[in-house]
């Protein structure tokens, strides 16, 4: 196929020069905290680069059916020299930040690098010809011929989507990618030579396990250890997460085809994106986060209709869940494409997988690279953010580095509340999810704050760091979870007069009101996960993501600000690692 350039010039110019394009620094050539591991760290890590590089190769094909021949097609052009199309260049470097030919940027805005192509919410996933009203009639079918077992493999997280005659057919993963997996798994038991952890090691032995069958059951013994994992040198994480599926919850749009899925009993799970990442435990950093970990079983008491579901944090146990805070090395796949932002920090095996009914915990790991603000223009930025939105008042108790705290609330928000059942939310599912998360974390912080976690003034602190950050510089598109929720909450919490932006885009913060407020819509949003009803899901989602005149103010202002429209991720030190001979 012949791909056209989907931006000009110009846009390409503009969108790769520095005020456009923000850099998110890993670990580089010269970090102590590479320097000071033992010779046998390091060279796991090279190993452990290269299989990430390699998650990242499969995650393109997952994201799209044109990732890898655009990416082929552009290092052709490269390769004339000074003969190649500017534009080649100037693509390439989007095409590596967002990791695939579409994204969204910080804008909403969807960046289109190849013209004559559009994007399928298959993605890769499914076959890039098949339309959703298809996907139901053919599932229908099939359900009606009496091939449930094969439907379950269709809906299912870890399958691959093909047409076969006039039915569809699921691949697991690990069969499709069947070479890349052998690789991976070689480099990981070869990883597991070295590395000086022999908790750590077990992991990636049973993780490249994994990756040689497709055996659910696999995934679920090597997510188990993962979870488990505390003290360790290294940190190595296969992410997987289906936010991004927009075609397998589309079956609870259908009434008749949802409803025999319900008869034959048949589960449907968004289908996962995979992710890796690999970086060094930070010791102190780790301690900071841990301090939460006592608070889990009395935040589980204290959650809305707490005794009406079952919980993940059970009160009468200990609690399995493990956090540690990580200097980043590399993020690949899915868990480092920078499409509108990236993440700070995550919380997995998700509520899917099946670690967590053979009695596997959590793990929460934190980005510290991507969460620290450590240039003056982007402090001077973020001081400009403040004086044009944030009375001046509060000015006092905005404190970005409170979004650390927040953000440990929310990763552990997504270990409370309601253990499943979420699935049938479809599209909606994920929105509700991150709301929630967020909605723990201020809940919880008179609590917190009563206990001892937080003083008072770090109390205020976080309350006015989160309202001010979660003003946006757009209306999103109902695709974006992270920042749906935001508009969410602000709408509710200035609906409920705990927030307030005045006509000229200024916001003022009831700090007394806010946890008051944030408990209240999240015993809101538990009850509609409690629910697990697509069109009460749907119902409450709209009727709060209703984006304001004031709201577009602010985000007017906050353009003219910033012009920061994509991201990309730096890793010197990955580099170097990944082109060591082995």
């Known amino acids: 196929m012949k791909y056209e350039y989907g931006l000009s010039l110009e846009e390409l110019e503009k969108r790769t020069s520095k005020d456009y394009l923000v850099t998110k620094k890993m670990l ?10 033992a010779d046998g760290d390091k060279k796991a890590l090279s190993y452990l680069v290269k299989a990430a590089r390699i998650i990242e190769k499969i995650n393109m094909q997952l994201d799209s059916h044109h990732n890898l021949p655009f990416k082929n097609f552009l290092d052709e052009e490269l390769k004339k020299g000074a003969k ?12 590596d930040a967002q990791k695939g030919i579409f994204a969204l940027d910080c804008e909403s805005n969807m960046v289109k690098l190849a013209a004559n192509l559009e994007k399928r919410a298959g993605r890769g996933l499914y076959p890039d010809n ?7 009639n053919i599932l229908i079918n099939m359900i009606n011929e009496g091939k449930i077992l094969d439907v379950k493999k269709i809906l299912n997280q870890r399958s691959v989507v093909e047409r076969k005659d006039k039915e569809l057919v699921a691949i697991d993963y690990v069969d499709k990618f069947e070479q890349d997996f052998k690789k991976i798994a070689e480099l990981l038991l070869r990883a597991s030579c070295l590395s000086t952890n022999t908790e750590f090691n077990e992991y990636l032995r049973l993780q490249a396990q994994a990756f040689l069958v497709a055996d659910p059951m696999l995934d679920a013994y090597a997510d188990k250890k993962w979870a488990a994992l505390q003290d360790t040198p290294l940190e190595f994480t296969i992410t997987r997460e289906n936010y991004s599926d927009e075609m397998t919850e589309t079956v609870y749009e259908n009434p008749k085809l949802s409803e025999l899925l319900k008869k034959h009993d048949i589960p449907v799970i968004s289908k996962d994106y995979l992710g890796a ?11 900071y986060i841990l ?3 006592d608070y889990l079983p009395l935040m589980a008491l204290h959650m809305p209709y707490s005794d009406e579901y079952e919980q993940v944090i059970k009160q009468d146990s200990e609690v399995s869940q493990t956090m540690v805070d990580v200097d980043l090395i590399e993020v690949a796949g899915d868990v480092g494409a920078f499409r509108a932002g990236i993440t700070l920090a995550e919380n997995l095996p998700n509520n899917d997988k099946l670690s967590l009914t053979i009695g596997g915990g959590r793990r929460n790991v934190y980005h ?11 402090k001077q930025k973020l001081q400009e953010r403040l004086d044009n939105i944030l009375e001046k008042e509060f000015h006092q108790y905005y404190d970005d580095t409170m979004d650390h705290p927040f953000t440990i609330g929310h990763e552990n928000g997504h270990s409370l509340g309601p253990k499943g059942g979420c699935e049938a939310l479809g599209k909606y599912k994920s929105i509700i999810e991150e709301n929630k998360a967020d909605m723990v974390s201020l809940s919880m912080l008179d609590i917190l704050t009563e206990e001892g976690l937080y003083t008072e003034e770090q109390r205020k602190k976080i309350i006015v760091t989160y ?11 109902l695709t974006q979870a992270h920042r749906v929720r935001s508009v969410m909450q602000n709408y509710y919490f200035i609906q409920n007069e705990a927030m307030k932006i005045s006509k000229d885009g200024f916001l003022s913060v009831n700090i007394d009101r806010m946890v008051y407020i944030a408990r209240q819509m999240l015993g809101e949003i538990v009850k509609v996960q409690m629910s697990g009803d697509f069109k009460q899901g749907e119902k409450y989602v709209l009727d709060n993501f209703i984006w304001t005149d004031e709201m577009e103010i602010v985000s007017q202002k906050l353009k003219k600000i910033s012009k920061r429209l994509n991201g990309t991720v730096e890793h010197k030190l990955a580099d170097k690692l990944f082109e060591e001979k082995i």
Do not use: W
């Not at 580089?28 to 591991?37: G, N, Q, R, S, V």
């Not at 199309?85 to 693509?91: C, F, G, H, I, S």
């Open 368 to 378: 510290r690279q991507i969460r620290f603000i450590t240039s003056e223009d982007a």
């Open 277 to 287: 990442r690999v970086g060094i435990v930070n010791k102190e950093g780790t301690d």
């Open 28 to 37: 580089d050539l010269d970090a102590f905290e590479f320097l000071k591991l």
């Open 467 to 477: 309202a001010a950050d979660n003003m946006l510089k757009s209306k999103p598109e």
């Open 84 to 95: 190649a199309d500017k534009r080649a260049q100037l693509t390439k470097i989007l095409f």
């Open 291 to 293: 301090k939460v970990k």
């Open 130 to 136: 098949l339309e959703k009203e298809e996907f139901h």
